[in-house]
């Protein structure tokens, strides 16, 4: 199949980037060639972002929310229940329980995913999560609110692995690296309004309730919105590929769901674009079924390797442990907001904040890489830090300050958005589903051994020998960053396929 670049009489077709400009460019197919002016309208490509990003949001206000929810329901003043009297057992159910949950999730999700389809797991996602927050702000009693949480747990972990999967089939490869990094933008911004609830309520009688039930109304919208959006047209073109659908019926449907995506600008060769996915898809031997076996061979094993491989090094470098110090190292140096931790975790989220704005606005500039690499290497140095603070210069509390905003938005450079996002558009689009979920499980699964394992480690071996422990893996990720992980910037999820794996 030729490159259309090669024929002087193809048609020309007008796009805008990202800054409203238009482009003139000739259309392009998948095969032996880089698609990457494809035709689309800013304002339509919003939505099919914005209502699977909603999915982070939640997921970040319920980190948030959380860490105020436990003082409120704690207080035997504010708690306005009989049952405030909670065990550390108790308490750590209630602050896990969405982990939990989302580990459930994530093992559910690669049993159904393929089956469901992108846009109907989101559905399924929302309906959780608003179950769930009704459920926990509701409940009677302890045992309901622990169920809730887990429940709600369940709907983030189907929406961290549909959420990613829907923008990156559904977003043009010019602007699919800004996009999912906005999702990490929107797990900062729910996180943030999450902080900004636990201190507006936590003073409030049972005001952990109104923490929880917050997040209801919003869970409501993202499920009205994904039920408006259309499917992915990869996955359908693929179900039909396998057969599960009628192939004439599935491309005049994918060239009407890619209209709506896309918006007027791509109204003359939508369908063009489907016939070359298509022909990408015929060529990349899509038509056979998913085995179980098949995910750790070839192509999807080497993107299991790059897409578990971020994801594990992105927790086991200490982001749950540093967070974790966060209020104490700023109680420390003597900043009167340290003596109100919700507060401290504004001024945090508000950093984590900046700092995703910045690495959503060069990602498809800079590229992920650089971004990495970077950004890695920024941890390294205040993961050390913060271990010289904790053995050698525990006078000097700007030294530890220093390294909490120093790490705060490296990974925010870096971790952060990039592990999302090349997990997203790393793995075959035949194995996605079940790819994306095992590297889903496996962030979620490292994030919990963090966690849990914190605690004892601290105490066999001391906190500035932990923290030096995190600095030595943060160098391993740096050297796996830097010899296994690609750049995948400007190219299309067929190329990445193709190309790369």
């Given amino acids: ?52 990003a909603l ?18 329901v704690e207080s035997s003043t504010l708690s306005g229940t009989t ?14 329980g969405s982990l939990y949950g989302a580990l459930i999730g994530s093992v559910l999700a690669f049993t159904v995913a393929d089956f469901l389809g992108r846009r109907r797991e989101l559905i399924l996602s929302s309906v959780l999560y ?83 039930a917050t997040s209801a109304p919003v869970s409501l919208i993202m499920g009205i ?52 996915i298509l022909d990408e898809l015929s060529y990349s031997d899509q038509e056979k079924q998913v085995t179980l076996s098949e995910i750790f061979q070839g192509k999807c094993l080497k993107a299991l390797i790059i897409g578990a491989g971020l994801v ?3 927790q086991v470098t200490g982001q749950p442990s540093v967070l974790y110090y966060a209020a104490t190292i700023l109680q420390s140096a003597g900043f009167s907001a340290a003596s109100d931790a919700t507060r401290v975790s504004v ?40 271990s010289s603070y904790y053995t050698l ?33 790393i793995f075959p689009l035949r194995l996605r589903g079940r790819g994306l979920s095992i590297a889903v499980l496996v962030n979620f699964a490292s994030n919990a051994l963090v966690t849990f394992s914190f605690s004892p480690l601290e105490a066999l071996v001391g906190t500035g020998i932990l923290f030096a422990g995190f600095g030595v893996i943060a160098v391993a990720s740096l050297v796996f960053i830097f010899f296994v992980v690609p750049e995948t910037k400007g190219l299309t999820l067929e190329d990445i396929e193709t190309k790369i794996l």
């Fill in 130 to 212: 608003f179950v769930g927050a009704l459920l926990t702000a509701l409940a009677p009693d302890f045992p309901v609110m622990v169920v809730g949480r887990f429940v709600y747990g369940i709907g983030i972990g189907l929406a961290m692995h549909a959420a990613p999967m829907y923008i990156a089939e559904t977003a043009p490869s010019q602007i699919r690296g800004i996009l999912i990094s906005l999702k990490e933008f929107f797990i900062v911004i729910g996180m943030l309004f999450g902080y900004i609830a636990g201190s507006l309520f936590v003073d409030l009688v049972a005001g952990w309730r109104y923490m929880y």
């Fill in 55 to 72: 999915g982070g949001a939640l997921y970040g206000y319920d980190i948030g929310a959380t860490s105020g929810a436990t003082i409120s």
């Fill in 393 to 425: 210069f525990k006078d000097s509390a700007f030294v530890a300050v220093i390294a909490l905003l120093l790490y705060v938005g490296c990974y925010q450079l870096s971790f952060g958005p990039i592990g999302w996002l090349m997990i997203s558009e």
């Fill in 312 to 314: 594990f090094f992105q």
């Fill in 225 to 276: 919105g994904m039920w408006w959006l259309p499917p992915s047209p990869r996955w359908l073109l693929l179900c039909a590929i396998q057969g599960k659908r009628n192939m004439p019926e599935a491309k005049e449907f994918a060239v009407c769901c890619l209209c709506q995506l896309r918006g007027q600008a791509i109204d003359s060769s939508a369908s063009e674009q489907v016939d070359s």
């Fill in 83 to 96: 049952w405030y009297d909670l065990s550390s057992l108790e308490i750590g159910l209630v602050v896990s």
């Fill in 1 to 52: 199949m030729a490159s259309a670049t090669s024929d002087p009489e193809l048609p020309r077709v007008h796009r805008k980037d990202v800054t409203g400009r238009e482009i003139d460019s000739a259309t392009e197919p998948l095969i032996n060639s880089d698609r990457s002016c494809e035709s689309y309208s800013v304002r339509a490509a919003i939505l099919p972002f914005l209502f699977p």
């Fill in 347 to 386: 001024l945090l989220g508000l950093l984590k904040l900046v700092m995703t704005g910045i690495a959503v606005l060069v990602v498809d500039r800079v590229g992920r890489r650089p971004l990495l690499i970077g950004g890695v290497s920024g941890i390294v140095i205040s993961l050390f830090l913060l």
